[in-house]
T-cell receptor
Framework: DVKVTQSSRYLVKRTGEKVFLECVQD?????MFWYRQDPGLGLRLIYF???????EKGDIPEGYSVSREKKERFSLILESASTNQTSMYLC??????????????FGAGTRLSVL | QKEVEQDPGPLSVPEGAIVSLNCTYS??????FMWYRQYSRKGPELLMY????GNKEDGRFTAQVDKSSKYISLFIRDSQPSDSATYLC????????????FGGGTRLMVKP
């Protein structure tokens, strides 16, 4: 089974803090993604990466950065957390290439509260 | 207008009912269609995957795609309380594995 592990289920941080959200996948997937999920807004893509050290902006990258130093690990960084970044953050991974491999597998999510 | 529209619900049904969940979309390039199930405070998990038009059945679940109408459905037969979750549709134009467009999700409640 594909496993995508997010380091924290719940986080509480203060405004202005630097926040790191970590995600690890064990299926040797090329692609990794960070989403945030908010009521009424659904899943919104923040950043994705299709290879080590590569990153692409999604729909809402402002206030976030990412790091992918190793294939299995994709980190989301909030440089200076703000209250409007309180949300559920979901990491996902997928393989590239052949038919049927555009399925994204999700972690359990990190519920971040910024006070 | 959103690229993928999904009624947020909640949809409340009695146990044993047939449930119909739907999404409409505007991008005619979409060819790959997925349904994810998300339990409360958990990440989405893949439930059904279909390519192009037609039906696909897996146990109590049937996914249906009508590309001419840009409409996809998920049917759940003999619904159970354990089916209570949010159901997200997702779709993509290619199989490169990198971009999915999600609906906002429909919350389903199956009452015993």
């Amino acid at each position: 089974d594909v496993k995508v592990t997010q380091s924290s289920r719940y986080l509480v941080k203060r405004t202005g803090e630097k926040v790191f959200l970590e995600c690890v996948q064990d299926m040797d997937h090329e692609n990794m993604f960070w989403y945030r999920q908010d009521p009424g807004l659904g899943l919104r893509l923040i950043y994705f990466s299709y290879d080590v050290k590569m990153k692409e902006k999604g729909d809402i990258p402002e206030g976030y950065s990412v790091s992918r130093e190793k294939k299995e690990r994709f980190s989301l960084i909030l440089e200076s957390a703000s209250t409007n970044q309180t949300s559920m953050y979901l990491c996902a991974s997928s393989a590239s290439g052949a038919l049927g491999e555009n399925i994204q597998y999700f972690g359990a999510g990190t519920r971040l509260s910024v006070l | 207008q959103k690229e993928v529209e999904q009624d947020p619900g909640p949809l409340s049904v009695p146990e044993g009912a047939i449930v119909s969940l739907n999404c409409t979309y505007s991008n005619s390039a979409f060819q790959y269609f997925m349904w994810y199930r998300q339990y409360s405070r958990k990440g989405p998990e893949l439930l059904m995957y279909t390519y192009s038009s037609g039906n696909k059945e897996d146990g109590r679940f049937t996914a249906q795609v009508d590309k001419s109408s840009k409409y996809i459905s998920l049917f759940i037969r003999d619904s159970q309380p354990s089916d209570s979750a949010t159901y997200l549709c997702a779709m993509s134009a290619n199989n490169a594995g990198n971009m999915l467009t999600f609906g906002g999700g429909t919350r389903l409640m199956v009452k015993p």
